[in-house]
């Protein structure tokens, strides 16, 4: 029998299944979030809009069942946002990583009790590549810089098919203005459709140049 469409996410038709485990995992972290410090303490008190549908935008760029690499997984955005997503077409996975150790216990508990389609992995972002290395697209939200973010999925863009996506705020264009002289790359700005001053950088074809050559190809 198939799911009842009942509800949505930013414009995405999801199950009735779907949302119980968005409501779920919505319980688990405020439940959590009283002793960890999940989240900046502020934005609690929007956390459906501030971060689940911030998060699911990035699925939403990049529908279907793809191998996701979420780096610092921190609170589950947007990880675990987008494990439960892949869960609504039971295919794809989403590998978070995460070197806090309390954070991590969290996340585990959060894809277990929504059945999210995803697994932690407890190790520093640097060390990553050579534990999972290779995937289809990369996440990342609320982690660093753009400079250091590419720096860190370098060793996954080297096949040319995979696809990153960074939650950015206002400041982004200063971001790229300082990554300019070090990496090549195509660049695709989404604006955010929670956020009027924030975007989702989506990177494509990265290189790293010479010191000093080169500029950042823009698309969109």
Request: glycine share 8%.
């Amino acid at each position: 029998m198939m799911a009842s469409q009942t509800s949505g996410i930013n414009g995405l038709r999801v199950s009735r299944e779907t949302q119980d485990r968005l409501e779920h995992f919505t319980q688990l972290f405020l439940k959590w979030a009283r002793t960890i410090n999940l989240v900046a303490p502020s934005t609690l008190g929007d956390l459906g809009n501030r971060h689940i549908r911030d998060s699911a935008q990035i699925y939403q760029l990049a529908p279907g069942p793809k191998t996701w690499i979420d780096l610092g997984s921190g609170g589950g955005f947007p990880g675990v946002i987008t494990s439960i997503l892949l869960a609504e077409i039971s295919d794809g996975w989403v590998h978070l990583v995460e070197s806090n150790q309390k954070k991590a216990a969290f996340l585990r508990v959060a894809l277990q009790e929504t059945g999210a389609r995803g697994s932690v992995h407890v190790l520093r972002i640097e060390d990553a590549p050579a534990k999972l290395p290779a995937c289809d697209a990369i996440s990342a939200r609320a982690v660093a810089d753009l400079s250091l973010l590419l720096q860190f999925i370098a060793p996954w863009m080297s096949s040319g098919s995979t696809r990153a996506f960074f939650h950015k705020g206002r400041d982004y264009e200063a971001e790229i203005a300082k990554a300019r002289g070090r990496y090549d790359f195509d660049l695709v700005k989404h604006q955010s459709i929670v956020e009027a001053d924030s975007v989702i950088l989506e990177v494509t074809r990265m290189q790293q140049l010479s010191q000093g050559a080169g500029a950042i190809n823009v698309a969109g």
